[in-house]
Nanobody, 118 residues
Framework: QVQLVESGGGLVQPGGSLRLSCAAS????????MGWYRQAPGKQRELVAT???????NYADSVKDRFTISRDNANNTIYLQMNNLKFEDTAAYYC????????????WGQGTQVTVSS
């Protein structure tokens, strides 16, 4: 069982920045694809960004060049740096850990709210 705890959400004005953190329970990054997803009210959960064990990253087109996913292996933590935030980035953001080989080993954090408002 993998535990994921997010933090760092909040209220920010358009054009502002936030950094989300996700602390994992143990050294899992070599065996899991780590990712951030988000879900706005009335919409489906969508991929924001992922990072693989070797460091390869992937981003949704809507956040490319504005968001950066990274990780700190020593502290078992991944981050999502969000710059130039827009109204449409408002959502609950969820950390995800998906095992490389076993599809049933797929874990979610509790979510952290990001609200972009003037």
């Amino acid at each position: 069982q993998v535990q994921l705890v997010e933090s760092g959400g909040g209220l920010v004005q358009p054009g502002g920045s936030l950094r989300l953190s996700c602390a994992a329970s143990g050294s899992i990054f070599s065996r899991y694809i780590m990712g951030w997803y988000r879900q706005a009210p009335g919409k489906q959960r969508e991929l924001v960004a992922t990072i693989k064990g070797g460091g390869t990253t992937n981003y949704a087109d809507s956040v490319k060049d504005r968001f950066t996913i990274s990780r700190d292996n020593a502290n078992n933590t991944i981050y999502l740096q969000m710059n130039n935030l827009k109204f449409e980035d408002t959502a609950a953001y969820y950390c995800n850990a998906r095992h490389l080989l076993t599809v049933t080993m797929n874990y979610w954090g509790q979510g952290t709210q990001v609200t972009v408002s003037s």
